[in-house]
């Protein structure tokens, strides 16, 4: 990656000093010095065996800011798993040393982190460097600002989709569905040939929670997240209820692999890329692995085939970074994280990592994957997605709905567990 750093010097100076830095004490990094003399700050991520592409984007990005910063700083990261970063996020923030920079999910997962003074406010940032502001897409800050005040920059997107092999499609005679009566069709077809229909490892809930409100939106449409989420519908509405039944009806048809329940994320998608599994659910994030796989050039994708038109994926802003409020280099962690927006690591995200970006960085189709050419596309037909209750929620109801779909798919009834998930609901909103 060449030198491409950009002069945020002054306008994140005038910016930090119009910022109240919440907390006291320990905290983001400053405190200590390299050999060199430069003060050390710390970034956390996600990074997990999907994401090495994504890390190795990261690295450079982090390589080219330690290498020329005007700062007289060195940033150090660390990378976790999806849950064991949860874990180590939480507990950084719970005991005040939340990192100089982190990643983030979005809306209800980044808000008690807020609401507890431990991000910083990004706005005055922003709004200080209007060539930076100005390269994101549309909404691309509504998921993360709170009290119309920004506290973290979103790089990229991700929808979730069923990957499909073409190949097998072709072989035993199958079309696309257009309706969810022709998917249902399939995973029968599929299942009597002998062949693992649909590989939805579901060891961790949210898998099976991105699935329910799939198939939620499918049958009901965007309009039922929206009312969800503006606390009219209920979470044992009607409407939930025949989604869970339709989900528990193919588990009941066989729709998924031997030991689903206990399957990781790495070993569902060793199935499908295997050529064991038809289909394989699962986000745009894993397009970079899928790529490199022995199938890629038989990976198709579609969604789950909605009611409306177009009204049925599950996405959300993505690849969003964050500053520790009590960070003791806030200048110098803005212009880290305005580095992962620039040309270079958009390019870098999308063409290595093939991960969909956020901003409006012209890309070069011939430099694209095959894969993400398709998922861009599909993304780009949608009349709206819906973001993960799980990140709308929080760990209240949207973790819980997680765990009722987890418990749907392992083959309980969907009415009672739903019932629960709505006592749940109404218990949190009192206390």
């Known amino acids: 990656m060449t030198n491409r750093i950009k002069v945020l010097k002054a306008a994140a100076l005038a910016a930090a000093a119009a910022v109240a830095l919440a907390g006291c004490g320990g905290g983001g990094g400053g405190g200590t010095s390299n050999a060199e003399g430069k003060k050390v700050m710390n970034a956390i991520f996600i990074g997990g065996t999907a994401d090495k592409a994504l890390i190795d984007v990261v690295r450079e990005v982090t390589d080219e800011f330690n290498e020329s910063n005007e700062f007289n700083v060195e940033m150090r990261i660390e990378t976790y798993e999806n849950e064991q970063y949860k874990t180590k996020l939480a507990s950084l923030m719970a005991s005040n040393s939340q990192p100089d920079v982190f990643f983030t999910w979005s809306s209800g997962y980044l808000k008690p982190f807020v609401a507890g003074n431990k991000v910083l406010d990004l706005t005055p940032f922003l709004d200080a460097d209007a060539e930076w502001k100005g390269r994101f897409n549309d909404g691309v800050f509504g998921p993360v600002t709170f009290d119309d005040k920004i506290y973290a920059v979103p790089h990229g997107a991700a929808v979730a989709v069923m990957y499909y092999n073409a190949k ?243 083959g309980q009834d969907p009415a009672p567990r739903l019932d629960e998930l709505q006592t749940f609901a109404e218990a949190n909103a009192e206390r």
């Open 168 to 410: 097998v499609f072709a072989d035993q005679g199958l079309e696309v569905p257009t309706t969810y009566a022709e998917f249902v069709d399939v995973v029968t077809k599929l299942k009597a040939a002998g062949i693992t229909p649909l590989s939805a490892p579901v060891k961790d809930a949210w898998i099976a929670g991105q699935l329910l409100q799939q198939i939620g939106n499918a049958e009901a449409g965007i309009a039922l997240f929206d009312e969800t989420v503006a606390l009219t519908a209920k979470w044992n509405d009607p409407r939930y209820v025949t989604a869970g039944e339709k989900l528990k009806e193919l588990q009941t048809l066989g729709a998924f692999p031997d030991g689903y329940l206990g399957m990781s994320n790495d070993e569902g998608r060793d199935l499908f890329t295997s050529g064991k599994a038809a289909m394989y659910y699962m986000g745009s994030w894993d397009m970079s692995v899928l790529s490199d796989s022995a199938v890629a050039g038989d990976i198709d994708v579609f969604n789950i085939p909605p009611v409306n038109p177009g009204e049925n994926a599950v996405g959300d802003v993505d690849l969003a970074y964050a500053v520790g409020a009590n960070t003791k280099n806030a200048d110098a962690a803005a212009a880290y994280i305005k580095l992962f927006s620039d040309t270079t690591a958009q390019e870098g995200f999308a063409y290595d990592a093939s991960y969909l970006i956020s901003t409006n960085t012209e890309l070069d189709e011939a430099k694209l994957s095959p894969l993400f050419i398709k998922i861009n596309a599909l993304q780009h037909d949608l009349s709206g997605v819906t973001p993960w209750f799980d990140r709308v929620f929080g760990a209240g109801e949207g973790v819980e709905f997680n765990n009722a779909a987890q418990a749907i798919i392992a």
